[in-house]
């Protein structure tokens, strides 16, 4: 669930430049997560099997691994629910409608400019 909610955008009082998402944030969008870079990094299970691989050609980044890890989130009612809580607190706040909250939340891409906030839609279908 951490890693879901870096990926969520941030709460209206917080200082975007400190509590912003990851994707928004530069040292993790070009930091190297190994060093050496590695192009290709494999996570295992206790037993050796691998579950995850993250591949950058550039060399993997902290953000690469973040979102590598955030694919594994299964699609059960859980995480969608604790985003979609998430979304609606923030929506209260926010005086805008659905459509212009997802839009508002939307246009911020991240410092690589691609990044795509999970559940959002389902935010403004359920309005």
Not at 22 to 37: G, K, R, V
Not at 38 to 56: A, C, H, K
Not at 87 to 102: E, V
Request: negative net charge; proline residues 10%; contains cysteine.
């Amino acid at each position: 669930m951490s890693i879901l909610l870096t990926h969520l955008p941030t709460f209206p009082e917080s200082k975007r430049s400190q509590y912003g998402p990851l994707c928004s944030h530069p040292n993790a969008s070009c930091a190297f997560a190994t060093f050496p870079p590695m192009q290709s990094l494999s996570f295992q299970d206790p037993w050796g099997r691998v579950y995850i691989t993250v591949e950058n050609p550039d060399g993997i980044t902290i953000l690469d691994v973040n979102r590598a890890f955030a694919q594994l989130i299964p699609e059960d009612p859980m995480p969608v629910e604790a985003a979609l809580a998430h979304y609606r607190d923030l929506l209260l706040t926010s005086g805008k409608s659905p459509t212009q909250f997802a839009e508002s939340i939307s246009r911020d891409r991240g410092f690589l400019d691609d990044h795509e906030y999970p559940f959002l839609q389902e935010l403004v279908a359920q309005a």
